[in-house]
């Protein structure tokens, strides 16, 4: 009988996986891959929670020459183990990691990075001490360094004395950039100009790496979430290859389709506790337009496996609150008009006409196409072709509720009145979804939300922008999956909720809602309501007769025109 494995959700220990009957999915022959490139020294951005620090920690194993007795039990029935480069074991690996360090001032950044670098060579004198001839005194001469470059030249002296190379990994070189993005002053912008363009301690280190690339350091390798800092990094390191938009590296991270179904198999996932679409809810991902395979989130896809296992048909959350991308790393630059609009239309029209760029200065954030390709690196739109076009697009259902929660956000930031009760709102969908009632819900939506709205917020308010707001609320639904702009043969519809009958089976109806919008100062022009009313009951019309609605029993019609912000007209179809 075939053992069952562990699912390895957030554990990016590498001899971890392997040795706790955890299950792990082979992506060893990019090893192989990045060796044979002809730099040495290189660069890979991916979202958060991608599988980042699990790849390094597969580096760090396979290259450190401490593991070299472990080779066998950790990579024997892998792809590198069956075709190993010849390199592997030959290194002394040093790991940085920039997260969790002090943005608040230049003083106090300057003394946790120090700090940290101090600590990064600290660990690697521990890890090496079966290694290095008299650890003792070594480790306490680093004490007596006092730089970055001091810390780091001592680490070079050591492992120059072994007649070995280095090997460089590191991780989330950007985290504190985005910091200084989400605090959005003036001063953050002053503070990232000293520290990096000047010659400030993150400068210092990167040149001190270049200086060791001379006889030292064999291989680099960054990792990060963001390109803000490519090119201020690049200046003072200008020998690195950016892997993240090639096409043979786009699986590098991520989980293909057949992938997800090798970690179904020996997670012993039972097919029938699966009642939800996958592909619609975690896949979409693409690192390059012509690449062959979408992805799946990874880290998604084993927390969608663990709950399955954990809760069975009941599970209820299939988002991992985990996954959420900070908003605050764009809420500053949705300050912007343009960006904010830029984030509408893609909500809206779910993609955009515009071509990812590999690289763009902090001081060129704000702009518009450069805001995009920000959200392409955050894992907030993907790449993908279509009739030899690229487009950005949200890649899947997830991350649609992200941006929904996004303008949730945006939209009680603006109007600190409104009053936001969500047992209403639960209240209004429990009815919705037991009874078929749909008063209670639209009344409380008008009166909690829509009315509360500011004039400001009116002024070039539209149909889209109340179903932003609707939107912004179904999501947070146990009884429904909210869909946006569902596709049939008679068009899209505004908004689909489907039941989650597994979870709920005595919700037995699907709903459709047209929606309308008339402006306060058009409200006179009886007209103009009456044009509205007709036009969402046409629309409804031609969806049932859909291929993919009209021989159901089980979806109901509904038409919804907002007037101004007091009223509403509704009739169901």
Not at 506 to 511: C, E, G, L, Y
């Amino acid at each position: 009988m075939k053992q069952i494995k562990k699912i390895p959700y957030c554990i990016p220990n590498f001899e971890s996986i392997r040795t706790e009957n955890y299950l792990y999915v082979d992506k060893t022959r990019f090893i192989e891959m990045i060796e044979n490139e002809s730099s040495k020294y290189h660069f890979l951005i991916r979202p958060r929670k991608f599988g980042k620090t699990l790849f390094l920690s597969i580096l760090e194993h396979y290259y450190d020459l401490r593991f070299k007795d472990k080779f066998e039990s950790l990579f024997g029935d892998l792809y590198i183990g069956k075709n190993p480069t010849g390199k592997q074991n030959s290194y002394f690996v040093i790991r940085f990691s920039f997260s969790g360090l002090d943005t608040g001032s230049v003083k106090g950044f300057e003394v946790s990075f120090k700090e940290a670098i101090r600590s990064s060579i600290d660990i690697f004198l521990s890890q090496h001490k079966l290694i290095i001839i008299d650890f003792e005194s070594k480790s306490n001469e680093l004490g007596q360094r006092n730089s970055v470059r001091g810390y780091i030249e001592f680490a070079y002296k050591i492992i120059e004395k072994y007649n070995s190379k280095a090997y460089i990994i590191i991780d989330e070189y950007d985290h504190f950039a985005n910091d200084l993005i989400a605090q959005g002053t003036n001063l953050s912008m002053e503070q990232y100009k000293e520290l990096i363009w000047a010659n400030g301690v993150v400068r210092d280190f990167y040149e001190t790496l270049k200086d060791g690339i001379q006889n030292i350091i064999d291989k680099i390798f960054i990792t990060g979430i963001t390109p803000i800092m490519l090119d201020d990094v690049t200046s003072g390191f200008n020998v690195s290859k950016n892997l993240s938009v090639k096409e043979k590296y786009n699986e590098i991270l991520g989980f293909t389709e057949e992938e997800v179904e090798f970690v179904r198999q020996e997670a012993g996932v039972d097919k029938e506790l699966i009642k939800v679409d996958m592909e619609f809810l975690y896949n979409g991902y693409k690192f390059h337009e012509d690449a062959k395979n979408k992805l799946y989130n990874s880290s998604m896809i084993n927390y969608f496996f663990m709950e399955l296992l954990d809760e069975g048909l009941k599970i209820k959350r299939l988002m991992d609150w985990n996954l959420k991308t900070d908003y605050g790393r764009i809420k500053n630059l949705l300050q912007k008009p343009e960006n904010l609009i830029e984030l509408e239309n893609i909500i809206n029209c779910n993609q955009k006409n515009e071509e990812v760029i590999d690289r763009f200065s902090i001081e060129k954030l704000h702009e518009p196409q450069n805001f995009l390709s920000l959200l392409y690196y955050m894992g907030l739109v993907t790449i993908e072709k279509e009739d030899d076009i690229a487009l950005l697009k949200i890649p899947n259902y997830t991350i649609k509720t992200m941006y929904w929660e996004y303008m949730e956000n945006i939209i009680l930031e603006r109007n600190p009145e409104m009053s936001y009760n969500p047992s209403l709102i639960r209240e209004g969908l429990t009815s919705l979804a037991y009874d078929g009632e749909y008063q209670h819900f639209f009344e409380n939506f008008q009166q909690k939300f829509v009315s509360q709205l500011s004039n400001q917020d009116l002024k070039n308010f539209t149909e889209k922008h109340i179903k932003l707001l609707l939107l912004s609320i179904l999501w947070q639904s146990n009884y429904y999956i909210p869909i946006s702009e569902q596709e049939n043969s008679k068009g899209y519809t505004d908004i689909y909720l489907q039941r989650r009958s597994f979870l709920y089976p005595r919700i037995k109806i699907d709903w459709i809602w047209e929606l309308k919008y008339i402006k306060e100062s058009e409200v006179r022009k009886k007209s103009i309501l009456e044009t509205k009313k007709n036009e969402a009951r046409e629309q409804l019309q031609r969806y049932k007769t859909s291929n993919l609605y009209k021989d159901r029993k089980d979806v109901r019609y509904l038409a919804v025109v907002f007037i101004g912000k007091k009223k509403y007209w509704s009739e169901e179809i």
